[in-house]
């Protein structure tokens, strides 16, 4: 149950960039053509186009994260003993639910601190703690899958099995 609703949210949020990503494009091309063809320039679409980016790098990094697709180093790890895979991937996902949880407290604050004193952007007046908030949803998201990987790792150890190498089978 849990899975699918990860895997929900995470096609969700992939649509959603999808569209996100279309629409900058299409921003960045009227731009251009504004610019060269007219002498008009929309001042705010570069703005918006970096909170697009900060979008689909933070919410795409949970996407990631929940699919497995993130860069690894592990050409060893398939042919480490199953206990030593095992106490890896509890190391693996301690040390990025610290990370996460870091990440998202420091981005919660200045997201929240945004949101106080009604900070907006320059050019297009966009509020500042929308941005700066995709940032502590991207880190909650990885958090939250790091925690449920930690639990199914551990509940791996408790019943004595050991972990499976990337790919084999989801956590």
Do not use: C
């Amino acid at each position: 149950m849990i899975e699918k609703a990860f895997d929900r949210v995470a096609r969700v949020i992939e649509l959603v960039l999808a569209v996100a990503f279309i629409l900058a494009v299409v921003l960045n091309f009227t731009n251009v053509v504004g610019r060269y063809l007219f002498g008009v320039s929309f001042l705010a679409s570069d703005e918006v186009q970096v909170f697009v980016m900060v979008g689909m790098t933070f919410l795409g990094a949970a996407v990631v994260t929940r699919r497995h697709e993130h860069l690894r180093m592990d050409v060893l790890v398939q042919f480490m003993p199953g206990v030593l895979r095992l106490a890896l991937r509890t190391a693996e996902q301690i040390l990025l639910i610290v990370l996460a949880g870091f990440v998202l407290s420091q981005s919660y604050f200045y997201a929240s601190q945004m949101w106080r004193i009604g900070r907006t952007s320059d050019m297009a007046g966009v509020p500042m703690w929308i941005p700066h908030g995709t940032v502590a949803l991207g880190f909650t998201l990885i958090l939250l899958i790091a925690a449920w990987r930690l639990v199914n790792v551990m509940a791996r150890r408790a019943d004595g099995r050991s972990a499976p190498a990337d790919g084999e089978v989801r956590e």
